[in-house]
């Protein structure tokens, strides 16, 4: 199947400080990716959705200032945490759709940000 | 808004025992994906469901989608311990683009005691 990797897996950054997230698509191209943030045990609550070439669509409640997103190319989106603040700790993954007519989503691995 | 209702939240069984999740949602649903995490892993896509009152079967485990599209279930047949993990399901609502978001359930957490 599609592989999707993340970058980093794990980040312990300070308060106030920026971090960014880079989600590739390593063996097919994604016009489209998906961010998400799951909480221990919790659900995927979509953040945003990732178009390439134009602006990300967020969801509701979603500051855009906040999370950043760029999707630069048909194979990278990148998600910058800015002015990151404790409460912003959390396992944030990205996934791809990929295949023909199904469009199952492949996820990257996550990234665990913890914020001191 | 639209919300996929997923129950239990938790479910222990002792292996060899059946297992099942339901999924439930308020509007109709263009199709259902269903995803399992392992401990510590991402979600894997496990099956799609598009059509009314449609019946999916992968070796031990049985997929169902309703009649009138808003609701669908997982049925695990005589349960492993590598069957343990979250499962989600995911719905797609009508309109928008054919990669259209997914609305994911709360999720299933699996415990098989050996």
């Known amino acids: 199947g599609a592989v999707v990797s993340q970058h980093p897996s794990r980040v312990i950054c300070k308060s106030g400080t920026s971090v960014k997230i880079e989600c590739r698509s390593l063996d097919f191209q994604a016009t489209t990716m998906f961010w998400y943030r799951q909480f221990p045990k919790k659900s995927l609550m979509l953040m945003a959705t990732?178009?390439?070439?134009?602006?990300?669509?967020?969801e509701q409640g979603v500051e855009k200032d906040k999370f950043l997103i760029n999707h630069a190319s048909l194979t990278l989106s990148t998600l910058t945490v800015t002015s990151a603040h404790p409460e912003d700790s959390s396992f944030y993954i990205c996934s791809a759709p990929q295949g023909m007519g199904v469009y199952e989503q492949y996820f990257g691995p996550g990234t665990r940000l913890t914020v001191t | 808004g639209q919300q996929v209702m997923q129950i239990p939240q938790y479910q222990h069984v002792q292996e060899g025992e059946d297992f099942t999740t339901y999924c439930n949602s308020s509007?109709?649903?263009?199709?259902i994906q269903w995803y399992k995490q392992r401990p510590g892993g991402h979600p894997v896509f496990l099956i799609q469901l598009v059509k009314s009152g449609e019946v999916k079967k992968q070796k031990r485990l049985t997929f169902q989608f309703g009649e009138a599209k808003k609701n669908s279930s997982l049925h695990i047949t005589a349960t492993q311990t590598t069957d343990v993990g979250t499962y989600f399901c995911?719905?797609?609502?009508?309109?928008?683009?054919?990669?259209?978001?997914?609305?994911f359930g709360q999720g299933t957490i699996l415990t098989v005691h050996p």
């Open positions: 990732s178009n390439e070439g134009s602006k990300a669509t967020y």
């Open positions: 509007t109709t649903l263009s199709n």
């Open positions: 995911a719905g797609r609502y009508a309109g928008g683009t054919s990669y259209g978001k997914l609305t």
